[in-house]
C-alpha cells in the first residue's frame, strides 16, 4: 500500500513527527471456530495491512483520523470517554486495556488507514488493534510482549466491541511471519511456525461482496454459547471437560439426549474440525496438498451445514470451485458473509477465477473480487 496519503494528511493536521506502524490481516487455511473452543488454528499473516501513524501530544486524550472512512473521533482516556464512531472503540478499547494492565497514555495523535477489505472475514479489526497496539507500546516505552498485545486485542473485542472473539486474529497479527502458517494452541498459546511453500499451487481469496458483521444481531456469541452450554452439560458427569478441546465425539454422542439439538451440532463440528487441522498439518509436514484440500472441502461443508454460518453466496462459490476442479475450497473467518479461501493448482487458477467470476456476477449481480495470497510479517515498525 503506498502510504503517501496517510503521510499527508498527518501533517496536515497534526504537524510534523510521527512514526509509521502496521499490522496485517490474515487468512486462516483451516481450523474455523476453534479458537475459542481451546482447539487449534493455522492462520498466516497477508501482505494486507492495517496503517496507523502516531506521535504523542501531552494532552491526555486521543485525536485520531480515519482517512478511507474520511471521519475523526476526538475522545478522552477514561472509561466513561468512549466514543460514538464504531471504529474509534477498537482503538479506544486498546488504549483502557493498556491501562487496566498499569499503563497510563498521556495522549496522542494519529491517522489510521489500510488496505485489509472490510466485513471480508480477513480480520480488519484485529488489525486495527494490533497496529494501535504495536503503535502504543513502542511510542510510550510500555513494553507488552507480542503475545500480550494479541491478548489486549482479544479484549477490546470482547469489553469494548461486544464479540466474544477467541484469540487467533490478534495472534497471527502480532507475531505473523513471511512463507509461514503458525499452527496456535488457543488453550495453551504455545504455537509453532509451519513453512507454507506451496509449489505449483495458487492461494487466492474471493470476496463475495457481502459484509458481514459479527456484532451485529450476536450470531458469532450464539454460536459461542451453544458450544459453552454443550461443555457445561458434559462436565455434570466429566468434570475435567472445560472446553470443546477437552471432549471426544464419545463424550459428545453420551450426553445427546440431554442437549438441545442444535448446540449438539454445532459442538460436532467443533470436534471434528479441530481433529481436521490435525490431519492437515500432518499432511503438509509430508507436501501433501490433495489431502489438505480435502479437508478444506470437509471444512466448508460442515461450516454451511452444521454451524450454519454460510451463505448462498458463499456456497456457490464453493461449488463453483467443486466444478473446475479446485484443490481446496471454503467460507473463511466467521462467516456469515466475506470470502472464500480457495488453494487451487496453478494451472487451473486462471480458469477457475474467470469462470466463477462471470457465474457469480450472472447469479447474484455483483461481481466478486479477487485477492492472491502472500504470506506476509506481522506488527512493526515501518
Not at 488457543?186 to 474471493?206: Q, W
Not at 454445532?266 to 507436501?287: H, N, P, S, T, Y
Not at 478444506?296 to 452444521?306: N, Q, R, V
Request: glycine fraction near 10%; proline fraction near 3%.
Amino acid at each position: 500500500m503506498n502510504t503517501t496519503k496517510i503521510q499527508e494528511q498527518f501533517s496536515g493536521l497534526y504537524g510534523d513527527g510521527g512514526v509509521l506502524y502496521t499490522a496485517p490481516g490474515r487468512i486462516n487455511l483451516i481450523g474455523e471456530h476453534t479458537d475459542y473452543n481451546g482447539g487449534f488454528v493455522l492462520p498466516g499473516a497477508v501482505d494486507k495491512a492495517i496503517y496507523c501513524k502516531i506521535k504523542p501530544n501531552g494532552l491526555y486524550k486521543a485525536r485520531v483520523f480515519a482517512l478511507d472512512l474520511n471521519e475523526q473521533a476526538e475522545f478522552g482516556l477514561r472509561e466513561e470517554d468512549k466514543p460514538k464512531e464504531g471504529w474509534a472503540k477498537y482503538i479506544f478499547g486498546v488504549c483502557r486495556e493498556m491501562n487496566k494492565r498499569g499503563r497510563e497514555i498521556a495522549g496522542f495523535d494519529a491517522v489510521v488507514s489500510g488496505d485489509v477489505p472490510l466485513e471480508a472475514g480477513m480480520s480488519s479489526s484485529a488489525a486495527l488493534e494490533s497496529a494501535v497496539g504495536f503503535a502504543l507500546n513502542d511510542t510510550f516505552n510500555f513494553g507488552f510482549t507480542r503475545q500480550e498485545l494479541a491478548l489486549i486485542g482479544q479484549a477490546t473485542e470482547h469489553n469494548y466491541v461486544g464479540v466474544k472473539c477467541g484469540i487467533m486474529d490478534q495472534f497471527i497479527s502480532c507475531l505473523g511471519r513471511a512463507g509461514s502458517l503458525l499452527r496456535l494452541d488457543c488453550r495453551s498459546l504455545a504455537y509453532e511456525y509451519v513453512p507454507f511453500f506451496p509449489d505449483g499451487y495458487k492461494l487466492t481469496l474471493i470476496n463475495s461482496c457481502v459484509k458481514h458483521n459479527l456484532a451485529v444481531g450476536g450470531e458469532y456469541n450464539k454460536r459461542r454459547e451453544s458450544c459453552e452450554r454443550v461443555v457445561a452439560e458434559i462436565a455434570r458427569k466429566h468434570p475435567e471437560v472445560k472446553l470443546l478441546r477437552d471432549a471426544t465425539p464419545d463424550l459428545l454422542q453420551e450426553m445427546k439426549d440431554r442437549t438441545d439439538a442444535t448446540d449438539y451440532v454445532r459442538a460436532e463440528f467443533v470436534i471434528e474440525e479441530i481433529q481436521r487441522l490435525l490431519d492437515a498439518c500432518e499432511a503438509l509436514q509430508k507436501g501433501d496438498y490433495e489431502t489438505v484440500g480435502r479437508k478444506m472441502y470437509e471444512t466448508h461443508d460442515g461450516l454451511s451445514k452444521k454451524y450454519t454460518v454460510s451463505s448462498p453466496e458463499l456456497d456457490f462459490l464453493n461449488e463453483q470451485a467443486r466444478q473446475y476442479g479446485v484443490t481446496g475450497s471454503r467460507v473463511m473467518g466467521g462467516g456469515f458473509g466475506g470470502c472464500t479461501i480457495n488453494l487451487v493448482k496453478a494451472d487451473k487458477a486462471d480458469a477457475f477465477l474467470k469462470g466463477a467470476t462471470e457465474a457469480y456476477e450472472q447469479a447474484f449481480h455483483t461481481k466478486p473480487e479477487m485477492y492472491d495470497v502472500v504470506i506476509g510479517e506481522g506488527a512493526r515498525k515501518i
